[in-house]
């Protein structure tokens, strides 16, 4: 297989699926220049009847979007920065995510999100760090991020397809790895989480740019003898929560590892899962490292006390499984 | 001003009364609990909604407000379904999910009520940007208040309009009032279409209360849209009659004397243009307003008959495409 990069991988889909399919029009801030870099090359191939640079106006420019679905077209709307989404929030949730229910079931809102550097990097700072994922599971919107090249491909490709609202969460961390990518017309399909090294003593379900961080930690435990699974859901609604209780049910031990604040987030509701419906199952009780409820802070030492880390998901890992209380 | 045939002529002042006894019925039945929840009436702005409307073709879009039974109605929504909607019934348009606030019908091409004042807006040009996409001449019309002139979805969407001429007109109900706050007091302007000029757009201002007006000044806007010109504002003067919604008097606020409200009323729709009509012998109202009197006691019959939803529907139709556990239950 060829080795790609993230981002390029991402493109490539974005650039099949507006081939395949007329209807895929290209909304964002740059999107002609590509800050980015997903869109470079776009509007020579596209022209301007498919691709719009918008004004700072990300209101209006995603509320178009839901406009523009409502009458038979697939917008991709890219948001230069995470905390965008806030400014848009209300034609995210309060129109888009909500119309097709409130209408009766009339009308499809094939509309896919993009915020192509989500998460922190280094030294942003408070508002370029943010990975607001929780806000939109807990509004029903269809949510995803790709850890991998391959999978970076293959969801985008079927968030455009699909016909409800898509947000894809492009970690900037993970933008420039490298991996393998099939060749050819594939999608990634929604609601399939993915077994990304199996093991049989422990649990870690890590979301978003913290699964090559657990995968470095499962490397760490199996040099001391311990086994640990590690999964990556990639789509995070629809969850494949089978998945994830499968593992659970095996290895009676789990470890959330995730990018997302701690209060309501997305190993709170992980929590919650493996406590209804694994409970028979575990033998220790659900432990998560997540962000710490402040903003991203600017210097370094700061920055690391705030994110989610490998040394603590490893000394959550062998707490766990010594029967540790948290 | 255009020729208008007998036909239109007749068609507004049917729409006009059609709506007014609409939201008179909807207050009965509000009062009577047949109708859950609050309205917000358009009691004395039927002109605008009707003017505005009739300039409009069937594959044209709309977007409505908070105050969306008079732009439905006039966009050639079925009161039955309506009624329906309004008593949460199966045969409403929204079967039960969207209410007063957010009857939709996108065959007729009502891309929703909404309750979020301005968000309407982008809506409406992400339709008139569609439109021109697929090579079709459709336009779309984005009602609105005079509060709403002050939001920011509102003017981003003024701006995304006139940057990409999309065939757009931007309606502005200014009835004076948002909820308490008078637009004198909000806005710095005397004249809200002056807006449009800061973003290079043509901004009218028509006499609200009169809906050859209101359809003259339309009749203009959608013009210059279809054929390519780009957006335009229009703002209509009207004004409503009633408390801003149906439970404002319980609250007993004032926010507005009596003699305001009088004088409006001396320029009220229903009485000056029947007048008119008869004045004319264009017709005789009064055969319209019988006309009309059965199709709403048919609306209210009809939606009296139709069945309450079953309550295990609750989570049917959000998605388009449903996955195992999606949506989520909450028990
Ligand atoms: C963004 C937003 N802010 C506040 C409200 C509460 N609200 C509902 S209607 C309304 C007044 C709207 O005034 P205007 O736009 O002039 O329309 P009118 O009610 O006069 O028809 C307000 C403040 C809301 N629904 N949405």
């Known amino acids: 297989m060829r080795e790609l990069r993230y981002l390029e991988a991402m493109r490539e889909g974005l650039f099949e699926e507006m081939r395949r399919d007329s209807s895929v029009i290209v909304l964002g801030e740059d999107v002609r220049h590509s800050v980015r870099g997903l869109t470079k090359g776009i509007i020579g191939e596209f022209g301007p009847a498919r691709i719009y640079d918008t004004p700072i106006s990300e209101a209006a420019f995603t509320g178009l979007a839901t406009g523009a679905a409502l009458a038979g077209m697939r917008p991709v709307v890219e948001y230069q920065i995470n905390a965008l989404l806030f400014v848009a929030f209300d034609q995210l949730v309060d129109q888009a995510q909500k119309l097709r229910y409130m209408m009766g079931g009339q009308g499809t809102i094939p509309v896919t999100y993009v915020i192509t550097a989500s998460g922190a990097r280094r030294a942003l ?74 093991g049989a003593d422990l649990t870690i379900v890590a979301v978003g740019p913290l699964v090559p961080e657990a995968l470095a930690a499962a490397e760490t435990l199996a040099q001391e003898g311990i086994s640990a699974e590690v999964i990556d859901p990639r789509s995070l609604l629809p969850l494949d929560a089978e998945t994830l209780l499968a593992s659970a049910r095996k290895t009676g031990h789990v470890v959330l590892f995730d990018d997302s604040n701690r209060t309501c987030g997305f190993a709170a509701e992980l929590a919650a899962l493996f406590a209804d419906r694994a409970w028979e199952a575990l033998r220790a009780p659900v432990r998560r490292i997540t962000r710490a409820d402040v903003p991203v802070p600017f210097s370094t030492p700061l920055e690391s006390v705030v994110l989610p880390s490998r040394e603590r998901l490893l000394e959550a890992c062998r707490g766990c499984l010594a029967g540790v209380k948290a | ?254 926010y507005r004397s009596d003699e305001e409200i009088e004088e409006w009323r001396q320029r009220d729709p229903l009485v000056t243009y029947p007048a008119w009509l008869r004045e004319r012998q264009i017709c005789d109202p009064a055969e319209v307003d019988e006309a009309v009197e059965a199709v709403l006691e048919d609306a209210v019959a009809f939606a009296r008959q139709s069945p309450l939803p079953a309550a295990e529907e609750a989570l049917d139709g959000m998605y388009a495409t449903t996955y195992p556990g999606l949506p989520a239950r909450g028990w």
């Open chain 2, 1 to 254: 001003m255009g020729e208008l045939s007998r036909d239109q002529l007749v068609g507004f002042y049917r729409t006009m009364r059609t709506i007014r006894r609409f939201e008179q019925r909807v207050v009965e039945l509000i009062n009577r609990n047949e109708i859950p929840g609050a309205a917000h009436e358009y009691v004395g702005e039927e002109a605008v909604a009707t003017g505005v409307c009739h300039a409009l073709r069937p594959d044209d879009v709309i977007t409505s407000t908070h105050r969306g039974h008079g732009h439905i109605l006039a966009k050639g929504g079925d009161p039955r379904r309506m009624m329906a909607e309004l008593m949460g019934k199966t045969a409403g348009y929204n079967r039960g999910r969207g209410g007063s606030m957010h009857i939709a019908d996108l065959e007729l091409g009502i891309f929703g009520a909404n309750g979020i004042v301005g968000a309407g807006a982008p809506i409406a040009c992400g339709a008139a940007m569609a439109a021109r996409l697929k090579g079709r001449d459709g336009v779309a019309v984005a009602f609105f208040g005079d509060g709403a002139t002050n939001q920011g979805a509102l003017l981003e969407a003024l701006n995304l309009g006139a940057i990409w001429k999309l065939p757009v007109v931007f309606v502005c109900e200014n009835n004076g009032y948002a909820i308490t706050a008078s637009i004198r007091e909000m806005s710095p302007l005397q004249r809200l279409a002056d807006r449009a000029a800061a973003f290079g757009m043509p901004g009218d201002t028509v006499d609200g209360m009169d809906v050859r007006a209101v359809h003259e000044g339309a009749r203009r806007a959608v013009a210059r849209a279809r054929s390519g010109g780009g957006p335009s504002f229009l703002e209509c003067r009207t004004y409503r009659f009633v408390g801003h919604f149906t439970a404002e008097k319980a609250l007993g606020i004032r």
């Open chain 1, 125 to 198: 700072a408070g508002q370029h760090s943010d990975h607001p994922y929780p806000l939109l599971l807990h509004m029903g919107m269809k949510t995803v991020m790709p850890t991998t090249p391959e999978d970076a491909k293959g969801l985008f490709k079927a968030a455009i397809r699909e016909d409800d609202p898509v947000v894809v969460f492009s970690p900037a961390a993970l933008l420039a790895t490298k991996g393998p990518v099939p060749d050819g017309d594939y999608v990634t399909p929604l609601g399939r989480a993915r077994v990304a090294r199996a």
